[in-house]
């Protein structure tokens, strides 16, 4: 089975400071790991991928996530963050060699970013 | 890309009646997903198509609940004898192209059952 942990419901954060919205994950085999954001009223919007290769991946307005295979990990990450950024934030793996062909989401967690 | 498409965007319903949402992914997209998401949680998987081939299925996915894709395009997610439970926000998303690649999410349809 696959699992996404994200440890922490709610991050605040003051802007133009850098931001780290933590993920966890389990799954069988090497992952896809996903990022995806949602804004109230709206669906998901997906802001990067990790699938092979560099350990940073970049991703849409200025977002960075750094996979850590040791440490299963996938934390997301912003050098200086906007209040606009202020939303909810989804990690997501898949298997890249199991059957499954599901993301399974984590909880979530809820980026407030303060003026 | 004109994006998912999903149909209503909200429904009411009374306990017991039945309800169908219809989701329009991205044309070309083979493969096509159904989730389910409560308040504070994150998207539950229900089932999985690639082309007209339902593939994977939730065992969340009770015998209430049937979802088609005829012809490999639009998808319909059925529940039948709705209960309170089923209340939640139904997420259609599409994809192309193999499992390393993302998936497009619609804005969901809500569903309050009174």
């Known amino acids: 089975a696959q699992s996404v942990a994200q440890p922490e419901d709610q991050v605040n954060v003051a802007e133009g400071n850098p931001l780290t919205v933590k993920c966890t994950y389990s799954v069988s085999g090497n992952p896809y790991l996903f990022w995806y954001v949602q804004y109230p009223n709206r669906g998901l919007q997906f802001l990067l991928k990790y699938i092979t290769g560099d350990n940073l991946v970049k991703g849409s307005y200025g977002f960075e996530a750094e996979f850590n295979k040791s440490q299963t990990s996938f934390h997301l990450k912003k050098p200086s963050a906007l209040v606009s950024d202020s939303a909810l934030y989804f990690c997501?793996?898949?298997?890249?060699?199991?059957?499954?062909?599901?993301?399974?989401f984590g909880s979530g967690t809820q980026l407030t970013v303060l003026p | 890309d004109t994006g998912v498409s999903q149909d209503p965007r909200h429904k009411i319903t009374k306990r017991g009646q039945n309800v169908t949402f219809r989701c329009d992914p991205i044309s070309e997209h083979n493969r096509l997903y159904w989730y389910r998401q409560t308040l504070g949680q994150g998207p539950e998987f229900l089932t999985y198509?690639?082309?007209?081939?339902?593939?994977?299925k939730s065992r969340l996915l009770s015998d209430r609940f049937s979802a088609e894709r005829p012809k490999g395009s639009f998808s319909t997610l059925e529940i039948q004898r709705t209960e309170q439970g089923d209340s939640a926000m139904y997420l259609c998303a599409s994809g192309r192209g193999g499992s390393n690649t993302e998936a497009f999410f619609g804005q969901g349809t809500r569903l309050t059952v009174v």
């Open positions: 997501a793996v898949r298997s890249a060699t199991g059957s499954a062909r599901q993301l399974t």
């Open positions: 198509f690639q082309n007209e081939a339902q593939l994977e």
